[in-house]
């Protein structure tokens, strides 16, 4: 739900400060009523109308979500199986690098080695949160 269509029904925002089931709504500051929707977001949010629009007509149009890498498919067992494993583990309770757990890095590099053609060394990979994330990061270096 968009931020303002959110706000729209606080208090703050003009509204009652109810839920549509009648429980109290947070009151937001105004700071966060004037943080700005990203432009990412609000293409995410077009391209998921357009995709309802085509459901409602019965279309058979289909829409490659590239804006936010929304999977249209499960992800592998084996993942899972490894995420909740290392989710139990010590090691990946706590705060990483900023550039990214070594190991993963470390998995990186040797993977894009081959691509390369050259020797690559976790300190030649820096993982980030996401496409915005990588670029504003390429960009400040």
Not at 57 to 65: A, F, N, P
């Amino acid at each position: 739900l968009p931020l303002r269509r959110w706000l729209a029904g606080t208090t703050m925002g003009g509204g009652s400060g109810r839920m549509g089931g009648g429980e109290p709504r947070p009151v937001l500051s105004r700071t966060a009523q004037n943080v700005k929707q990203s432009g990412i977001r609000e293409v995410m949010e077009l391209a998921w109308a357009l995709e309802q629009g085509f459901k409602r007509e019965g279309s058979k149009e289909r829409l490659l979500h590239l804006e936010v890498g929304q999977p249209d498919f499960p992800a592998p067992k084996p993942v899972l199986d490894a995420c909740a494993e290392a989710m139990k583990s010590k090691q990946y309770q706590s705060y990483i690098s900023n550039s990214g757990l070594p190991c993963l890095r470390q998995a990186v590099a040797n993977d894009a080695s081959v691509y390369a053609h050259a020797p690559l060394n976790r300190d030649n990979v820096v993982i980030c949160h996401g496409a915005v994330g990588a670029v504003s990061t390429a960009l400040q270096a």
